[in-house]
């Protein structure tokens, strides 16, 4: 049994959902994969969407979904500061066979963009803003401030993010320092 039959198989929710959504990706001509401990179709080695079931749908989210025409008006931006990715989102297996046809032709649109090799211009590092909090903690810790500027774009965005998201200053002020050890030693939010 491969990683995504396991995977199917011990779903409690959205498992209907997620197999009929299977067979549309395998349909459109994609390579089954398994990242990030979900099924993922890829074309050439380039992932192009992934299934994901969350509490109140189920979710076929496109790698580089910002640069689908978008006809219907039906992909989501998983959250504000998603720069790429957008989902369609599904709440009965009933829904997906009535839209398969749709879907195909999103999936299609998909394999497209990745065989032109389209790609999104990401907002630099610069563009994001630095929460109040860390600013000050970057301000009066010169070691903290070099240590966050040798990192990569990519690791300072995750933690400028994870500080923003953040809605009370001081769940902010808590993430920051638990963070700075992190920071200092070079790593990554995830690492």
Known sequence: MNKVDLYLDQLKNWKKESIILREICLECGLFEDFKW??????????NIVLIHGFKDYCALLFHK????QDTNKILIQQTKNVQVARQLRFTSAQEI????????S?????????????????????EFSIPDEFKIALDSNSELN???LALTPGRQR????????AKQSKTRESRI????????DGKGLKD
């Open 97 to 104: 066979i009535d839209l398969k046809p749709l879907i195909k």
């Open 65 to 68: 979904g910002v640069l689908l």
């Open 177 to 184: 320092e638990q963070s700075i050890p992190k920071i200092l």
């Open 37 to 46: 401990m979900h099924p993922c179709y890829t074309l050439n080695g380039n």
């Open 146 to 148: 070099s240590a966050f």
């Open 106 to 126: 999103y999936i299609l649109e998909a394999i497209e963009v990745e065989k032109a090799g389209m790609e999104v211009t990401m907002k630099k590092t610069s």
């Open 158 to 165: 995750g933690y400028l993010l994870y500080f923003s998201q």
